[in-house]
């Protein structure tokens, strides 16, 4: 059964352009779900509608099942995260916590074990007593997600909720909450622009461009058989480098396509279908080999990064409007600045785009 169904969902306001356009989604029960995608590209409105703080232009919503279009927020059976805290700086920990179920007329004793629960496994019980001024901004996140915990909610909802932490507390918080997910086994829909965020906690990545899903699926499968450009370019750090190209045949199951006006490049895989005149080939930084400059595609070193455990080269290739980045281990010998290198692309790992945009199948 799935936890959240959406149908045709569409989102516009007045006679603007509309914000989303006939989307459609499955959630499963249970499942962690993660909405990823530049700003502006409808994520977070969606959240917003699936939580009943945006009104639905069309479509339909099923929350387990049930039409939830009209139904009020508070009858969804949904807790959200916010990017904001929203604490109330006069309440202590606990007070905050229990403050929904004590608005629900809930007993006492019934608030103070629910949060009690909550706090366990948040690891925040010696924090109960104290106020949101004396805590951390982890420790802050830590009590507005306790506070959607103690409701118990058929589906938590979470928008950019680790946005306002450092880089070392988002990580610890990344931990937190894919532990979280297990131990609970809720349905959470979570929304972010953080793709780092969005390839290890998800079970399933939501990309959104401008409105529309560009596709749906598990993190390494997004990863390694993106279905557009958008998604090759959106997932991954350095992000996949693209080399404008036309095909100029190619013998024995080979591929031959042409860079710029001067270079060819071989690769050894055969289309399925056949290729356009112009292509775009997709490759992961680390996918490529440097070689001897009479070996491979010829590039300019522009700039080497290391980073300790790994070393980023940044080159020039001529017909490439952006650098070429190549990702070698930590220890690994690299060109100098300046220096005329080659280029191996291994061909089992290249992708070849279309012009709109599309992957091509290939063999």
Request: proline content about 4%; hydrophobic content about 40%.
């Amino acid at each position: 059964m799935s936890a959240i169904s959406l149908k045709n969902i569409k989102k516009a306001y007045g006679d603007n352009a509309p914000v989303i356009e006939g989307l459609d989604l499955e959630v499963k029960k249970g499942e962690f779900v993660v909405f990823v995608g530049p700003s502006g590209c409808g994520k977070s409105t969606l959240l917003r509608m699936i939580a009943g703080l945006e009104d639905i232009t069309g479509g339909d919503l099923f929350i387990e099942g049930e039409r939830a279009n009209d139904l009020h927020p508070s009858e969804r059976g949904i807790a959200m995260v916010f990017q904001s805290y929203a604490l109330y700086p006069h309440m202590t920990v606990g007070e905050n916590m229990g403050f929904a179920l004590k608005l629900s007329g809930m007993d006492k004793a019934k608030i103070k074990e629910a949060v009690g629960r909550a706090a366990e496994v948040l690891h925040i019980t010696h924090l109960l007593n104290r106020k949101p001024a004396a805590l951390s901004g982890g420790q802050r996140q830590r009590v507005a997600i306790g506070r959607a915990i103690v409701r118990q909610p058929k589906v938590f909802l979470f928008d950019e909720p680790l946005s306002n932490l450092d880089a070392s507390l988002r990580v610890q918080m990344r931990i937190e909450l894919a532990r979280l997910h297990r131990e609970l086994g809720t349905t959470m829909v979570y929304v972010t622009h953080d793709q780092v965020e969005a390839m290890t906690l998800g079970n399933r990545i939501a990309v959104f461009n401008q409105g529309k899903l560009e596709q749906v699926g598990a993190p390494i499968e997004l990863y390694k058989e993106p279905k557009s450009t958008f998604v090759a370019g959106f997932l991954g750090s350095p992000k996949m480098n693209f080399l404008s190209c036309q095909t100029a045949g190619g013998v024995s199951g080979n591929l031959l396509l042409k860079v710029g006006s001067e270079q060819r490049l071989t690769l050894d895989r055969a289309a399925a279908a056949e290729v356009p005149e112009e292509v775009t080939l997709g490759i992961r930084p680390e996918h490529v080999r440097v070689v001897s400059a009479a070996e491979g595609l010829q590039a300019r070193v522009d700039l080497v990064e290391n980073l300790g455990d790994t070393q980023l080269i940044h080159t020039a290739v001529a017909g490439c409007a952006e650098p070429f980045s190549i990702r070698l281990p930590g220890d690994s010998e690299v060109p100098r600045v300046g220096e005329t290198v080659g280029l191996r692309i291994e061909s089992s790992r290249a992708l070849l785009f279309d012009r709109s945009g599309r992957a091509l199948e290939l063999a």
